[in-house]
């Protein structure tokens, strides 16, 4: 039996679909890492690396989500083609995945809604950069079915975790029709369905809830001066406060 340790992020969604996919029985542990618990001296003896996924098969402790895809592809032959030319198309946007639009979602989430200190231009450099490596995506898929052409593999399942996360990262594919076509095509998948109820969290409707601010002060512009903080994260498994510069908004809606 296979084990996954995961939590209901991007890159660990990944490790269900695919075990779905390939009809593999796991055991699937969970690691709350909004308690830290990616952190308790078991699980880093585990994964000195401290993060998840982290996939165990046998005598083999395997973290990175990529890696994981790989293997797991291998160890079954399916999801990765045999010919070169294909599988090293599946490789590049594996890799795309893993360097590229993973890296720039996340670091546009973290900056918009979860760096203490707003900096201004941090978000608009990483804004940009998810923007741009979604347009590249998007345009890939103008001319391909999928990631690595006609064949369903890997690379879909990789790149899937972030495009079901987007809002995280301020992305939308409104004006991005390939890659809500792509989109709508894995979503409709049993396995992918299967795999994201599988996950340990009660995250699979959103991470993060939209919160109206209702604030009775004497003049708005006192906001800037005595309000520093907000608020509420709507987490599933509770709410938690985080302390955030609400910059002169007395009644809007606000992103945590």
Request: avoid cysteine; aromatic fraction near 10%; proline fraction near 5%.
């Amino acid at each position: 039996m296979l084990t996954v340790y995961a939590f209901s992020t991007p890159n660990s969604v990944k490790v269900p679909i695919a075990l779905e996919e390939l009809g593999l029985p796991y055991d699937l542990r969970p690691v709350n890492i909004r308690k830290g618990e990616q952190k308790a001296e078991g699980y880093v003896t585990l994964n000195p690396n401290a993060k998840v996924p982290l996939l165990v098969d046998g005598d083999l402790t395997l973290p990175e989500s990529g890696a994981i895809l790989v293997h797991l592809a291998e160890k079954t032959g399916r999801l990765l083609p045999t010919d070169p030319a294909a599988r090293a198309r599946t490789f590049e946007w594996l890799f795309f995945q893993l360097s590229a639009s993973g890296p720039a979602f996340g670091q546009s989430g973290y900056w918009q809604k979860l760096a203490t200190d707003r900096n201004e231009a941090a978000i608009a450099r990483y804004q940009a950069e998810a923007d741009r490596v979604a347009d590249v995506m998007d345009a890939h898929l103008a001319r391909n079915e999928w990631f690595a052409g006609d064949a369903y593999t890997i690379a879909d399942i990789a790149h899937f975790g972030w495009a079901w996360r987007r809002e995280f990262a301020g992305v939308s594919f409104d004006n991005r029709p390939n890659l809500a076509r792509w989109y709508a095509g894995m979503e409709a998948r049993p396995a992918v369905q299967r795999g994201i109820a599988a996950e340990p969290s009660v995250l699979a409707g959103g991470a993060f809830a939209v919160v109206r601010i209702q604030l009775a002060l004497p003049q708005a512009d006192d906001l800037g001066r005595h309000l520093h903080q907000l608020v509420i994260v709507d987490i599933g498994d509770g709410f938690f406060q985080r302390h955030l510069d609400v910059r002169r908004q007395a009644d809007g809606f606000i992103r945590a």
